[in-house]
T-cell receptor
Framework: DTEVTQTPKHLVMGMTNKKSLKCEQHMGHRAMYWYKQKAKKPPELMFVYSYEKLSINESVPSRFSPECPNSSLLNLHLHALQPEDSALYLC??????????????FGSGTRLTVV | KQEVTQIPAALSVPEGENLVLNCSFTDSAIYNLQWFRQDPGKGLTSLLLIQSSQREQTSGRLNASLDKSSGRSTLYIAASQPGDSATYLCAVRGNNDMRFGAGTRLTVKP
């Protein structure tokens, strides 16, 4: 299995809703990432998990809450989002640091719309 | 903090042309550099990965080079086709993360 699977593919939520994005990989990667991408912009790093521990939080608002329950799963819990949070959310995985001989593998993303 | 720049921002060429996309980065302490393709509204597809100790990688009509000391990489596309139309992103891998350039939006006209 050489894929990163993200669900759902599309999500529409109100500003008072709570929802979660899910990411799964079975490649044995021990580093997993969340990126946010606005239209016509490059992906921006949000969170990095290394060996199931949060290693980087790029000053992301607390309405985004990541969780890494095990080495194969990464969740992003959403609460009280704003319309400007509407974007494509991408998950990626890799081997950590200098062990990374194969690069990042990205999922196909979740298109989030906040109304 | 690593800064990645891609030139040009957009490029339109007729089918069959050879073309070069450029990427530059400010911090040469990298593990690897990866070129991705992104179609509108879709995820990222990896095209080529160059380790910091390598000079180039080839896959089919694509060739990527890396000059780590000068902070530059190029992606060469031979005999371009309309199906190559997409945004091409360069990304540089540091110890903990990967930083992206803003991309080059390529249009190949039939």
């Amino acid at each position: 299995d050489t894929e990163v699977t993200q669900t759902p593919k599309h999500l529409v939520m109100g500003m008072t809703n709570k929802k979660s994005l899910k990411c799964e990989q079975h490649m044995g990667h021990r580093a997993m990432y969340w990126y946010k991408q606005k239209a016509k912009k490059p992906p921006e790093l949000m969170f990095v998990y290394s060996y199931e521990k949060l290693s980087i939080n790029e000053s992301v608002p607390s309405r985004f809450s990541p969780e890494c329950p095990n080495s194969s799963l990464l969740n992003l819990h959403l609460h009280a989002l704003q319309p400007e949070d509407s974007a494509l959310y991408l998950c990626a995985s890799s081997l950590p640091g200098a062990s990374d001989l194969y690069g990042y593998t990205f999922g196909s993303g979740t298109r989030l719309t906040v109304v | 903090k690593q800064e990645v720049t891609q030139i040009p921002a957009a490029l339109s060429v007729p089918e069959g042309e050879n073309l070069v996309l450029n990427c530059s980065f400010t911090d040469s302490a990298i593990y690897n550099l990866q070129w991705f393709r992104q179609d509108p509204g879709k995820g990222l597809t990896s095209l080529l990965l160059i380790q910091s100790s390598q000079r180039e990688q080839t896959s089919g009509r694509l060739n990527a080079s890396l000059d780590k000391s000068s902070g530059r990489s190029t992606l060469y596309i031979a005999a371009s086709q309309p199906g190559d139309s997409a945004t091409y992103l360069c990304a540089v891998r540091g110890n903990n993360d990967m930083r992206f350039g803003a991309g080059t939006r390529l249009t190949v006209k039939p």
